[in-house]
């Protein structure tokens, strides 16, 4: 573990009737950073996240949180620690200050210091206009809002939030957003898992990239994307990509990489626009038809393809 480390994870795995959903995952979050897990749906990081809050136990590996082992000392973990469930877990039939003091008063708040930490809260998240409001009538933006309001409630020091973004507007994902950020700025640590590029590229510090319980690729943005090398990215829409098709663009000189996802051909060479004439042609004599044609800069898209051979899926 190094100095600066508040999370260290060591060969993690958990397993499930002979189902792996995390496979030897090891890695370190730095304290005060923004960390975020990236990967599609059923990748484990969700897993991961329930190990962290004592929710799991893990089959092999060890995890420890600020000094404390996650299956030795899980009340001290939970003190220091706020958790947003990808599932809403709110009461909408109370207003959200009824929310908040409910679980305010879990936590042992009470008096004016509840008042005055639920009031702050709710300026937080920007819902101090609509705290009298029943959750019922909140879109699902605002609702994951007030669930990030709850898991601040105890001031911790470390914020898992799985999946935040996913099901909100543009406003309530900016004020997402913007919250995370703030909190980061007060010295918070914030780990977050998602299969948003949106939230990876705009929100974190590091980017550990999962797929299928295993940890394939782990450092800053622009250290991911440089795995991509300096390149371009054509990517191709088009029906019936055929083997053929493949093994032709895979013999023009200067392309690197080929990767076909159902309907969708992706092609990492050099000199992109220079072959784009060319690679129209070879696709088009093999008898694939092209519907659309884009080239593109290597993002976390093309880089999930480029490590997995697939598309990020949702």
């Keep these: 573990m190094t100095d600066d480390a508040v999370i260290t994870i060591e060969g993690l795995s958990k397993r499930y009737d002979g189902f792996t959903a995390v496979d030897d995952v090891s890695l370190e979050i730095k304290r005060g950073e923004i960390f975020g897990l990236l990967g599609p749906n059923g990748a484990g990081k ?10 799991l136990e893990p ?35 109370l207003t959200a200050r009824e929310n908040l003091a409910f679980y305010a008063k879990i936590y042992g708040l009470s008096g004016k210091a509840m008042k005055d930490r639920i009031e702050t809260l709710l300026d937080m998240v920007g819902l101090t206009d609509r705290a009298d409001d029943r959750l019922e009538g909140y879109s699902g933006g605002m609702k994951r809002r007030i669930n990030i309001a709850v898991a601040l409630l105890h001031n911790p020091g470390i914020l898992f939030l799985d999946e935040p973004s996913t099901g909100v507007d543009p406003q309530s994902r900016k004020r997402i957003y913007d919250t995370i950020r703030d909190l980061n700025q007060q010295g918070m640590t914030v780990l977050l898992t998602t299969h948003q590029m949106e939230d990876a590229e705009k929100l974190c510090h590091r980017i550990a990239i999962v797929d299928k319980g295993k940890l394939i690729a782990l450092d800053t943005l622009d250290g991911l994307l440089k795995m991509v090398g ?85």
Excluded at 46 to 55: N, V
């Design 46 to 55: 969700s897993t991961i996240i329930s190990i962290l809050c004592c929710l």
């Design 59 to 93: 089959t092999a590996g060890r995890v420890t949180i600020d000094g404390f082992d996650v299956e030795k000392n899980t009340t001290d973990i939970k003190k220091i620690i706020g958790v947003v469930p990808q599932e809403i877990s709110l009461y909408y039939t």
């Design 230 to 314: 300096e390149t371009d990215i054509i990517q191709v829409t088009a029906k019936e990509i055929t083997p053929e098709a493949v093994d032709v663009i895979q013999r023009i000189e200067n392309v690197q990489k080929v990767s076909v996802d159902e309907d969708s051909m992706t092609i990492q060479l050099v000199q992109g626009r220079e072959l784009l004439a060319g690679i129209i042609k070879a696709l088009t004599a093999s008898g694939t038809k092209v519907e659309s044609i884009q080239i593109k800069e290597p993002d976390l898209e093309t880089l999930f393809l480029h490590l997995t051979g697939t598309k990020l899926r949702k």
